[in-house]
């Protein structure tokens, strides 16, 4: 157990709708990562959050947002989605996000099927 | 350009056998960080190491091993008597030292299948 926490596990919707997902960091960690996995692209970095403020950006699409609240868990929001949406995503966490020699630890994932 | 090239894409073994599984990676930088994670059938992705450029030592966990070769860019990851549990997809990793998680460069992955 990483410590990581998300929920829900499992989401099955319909395309066009909106889901939340929810992140809980390891405790004692500021730092927060959303990752998408997918068959053809692979584990694509989404974006981080550092205490709340956005750390770093990756290929996120315009309508994915996410935030960090201050009790430091995140939410990624997934809007309009399309079957392509369909992925396993994570969310990882580390103590300050600045340093590679902190440990990156992820969480166990929410698979989401867009119908 | 950084790259992070996984060629086994499947490998199968019966239990009690070593298995290798090789990672060759590019890079510009000088210094730079090499990772393995595992990714078990249960979803979740597992941080195994974390290697330093500047470490070219071998490094052994009971019965993993990683044999870090700059000279041919290589991190790869033996696995010694083999173990149902080990079967599991892992992903080899590289990062430029100081550089921060976004900037980490995943490989494809290899699925390893233990049969008992």
């Known amino acids: 157990d990483s410590g990581v926490t998300q929920t829900p596990k499992h989401l099955i919707t319909a395309t066009g709708q909106r889901v939340t997902l929810r992140c809980s960091p390891r405790s004692g960690d500021l730092s927060v990562y959303w990752y998408q996995q997918s068959l053809d692209q692979g584990l694509q970095f989404l974006i981080q959050?550092?205490?709340?403020?956005?750390?770093a950006k990756g290929n996120i699409l315009e309508r994915f947002s996410a935030q960090q609240f201050p009790d430091l868990h995140s939410e990624l929001n997934l809007s309009s989605l399309e079957l392509g949406d369909s992925a396993l995503y994570f969310c990882?966490?580390?103590?300050?996000?600045?340093?590679?020699?902190?440990?990156?630890?992820f969480g166990p994932g929410t698979r989401l099927t867009v119908l | 350009a950084q790259k992070v090239t996984q060629a086994q894409t499947e490998i199968s073994v019966v239990e009690k056998e070593d298995v290798t599984l090789d990672c060759v990676y590019e890079t510009r930088d000088t210094t730079y960080y090499l990772f393995w994670y595992k990714q078990p059938p249960s979803g979740e992705l597992v941080f195994l190491i974390r290697?330093?450029?500047?470490?070219?030592q071998n490094e052994i966990s009971g019965r993993y091993s990683w044999n870090f070769q700059k000279s041919t860019s290589s991190f790869n990851f033996t696995i010694t008597a083999s173990q149902v549990v080990d079967s599991a997809v892992y992903f080899c990793?590289?990062?430029?030292?100081?550089?921060?998680?976004?900037?980490?460069?995943f490989g494809p992955g290899t699925s390893l299948s233990v049969i008992p």
């Open positions: 990882a966490s580390s103590v300050d996000g600045t340093s590679m020699a902190d440990t990156q630890y």
């Open positions: 990793a590289l990062s430029g030292l100081k550089t921060s998680y976004d900037k980490v460069i």
């Open positions: 959050y550092y205490n709340g403020e956005e750390r």
């Open positions: 290697r330093n450029s500047f470490d070219e």
